[in-house]
T-cell receptor, first 110, second 113 residues
């Protein structure tokens, strides 16, 4: 079954500390992976996607096919990074319906 | 540019009353449309999706239904609300082609009393 797992419901760090939000997936073939973010009182929006290999707001995510992981990382957390983060996957080859993880709430303390 | 509108933003309804949440997408044609429910600790639960007018697929059995009367309109309904229907509902869209990104509405907070 297609599944996206985010093992941590809550991640609490201090400003300036490194952050890693974990995501593991179980998908046949080569899925497309995404991270979405929801800041307080804002709509859920895309943060980054693995095929773009981009860094957004200092966040990066590397696809590890061997470990079937797509962890989100930032070397130095900022208070404005506090938000809800969702990992999502979509099957390649025409399966357009994304599957979301349960989400991780990141709290960055001053 | 494409936009997605969802309303009402907040709704308080008594148990047993009907429900209608509406979602409209502008600036694109033939989008895939989705209704999700967002619950703390449970993430995003896909309720319904639609690939075209009149085509609705349900992911979970429940007290809710969905309809797509027009290409860019998606409606979430219930004939009789239950307490357990309370929650935060999100409408979203994407295209089969492209990079697969989902675009979300601002959400509707439903409280059933």
């Amino acid at each position: 079954a297609q599944r996206v797992t985010q093992p941590e419901k809550l991640l609490s760090v201090f400003k300036g500390a490194p952050v890693e939000l974990k995501c593991n997936y179980s998908y046949s073939g080569s899925p497309e992976l995404f991270w979405y973010v929801q800041y307080s009182r804002q709509r859920l929006q895309l943060l980054l996607r693995h095929i773009s290999r981009e860094s957004i707001k200092g966040f990066t995510a590397d696809l590890n096919k061997g470990e079937t992981s797509f962890h989100l990382k930032k070397p130095f957390a900022q208070e404005e990074d506090s938000a809800m983060y969702y990992c999502a996957a979509r099957g390649a080859g025409g399966s357009y319906i994304p599957t979301f993880g349960r989400g991780t709430s990141l709290i960055v303390h001053p | 540019s494409q936009t997605i509108h969802q309303w009402p933003a907040t709704l308080v309804q008594p148990v047993g009353s009907p429900l209608s949440l509406e979602c409209t997408v502008e600036g694109t044609s033939n989008p895939n449309l989705y209704w999700y429910r967002q619950a703390a600790g449970r993430g995003l639960q896909l309720l319904f999706y639609s690939v075209g007018i009149g085509q609705i697929s349900s992911e979970v059995p429940q007290n809710l239904s969905a309809s797509r009367p027009q290409d860019r309109q998606f409606i979430l309904s219930s004939k009789k609300l239950l307490l357990s229907d309370s929650g935060f509902y999100l409408c979203a869209w994407n295209q089969d082609r492209g990079l697969g990104e989902l675009f979300f509405g601002e959400g509707s907070r439903l409280t059933v009393l």
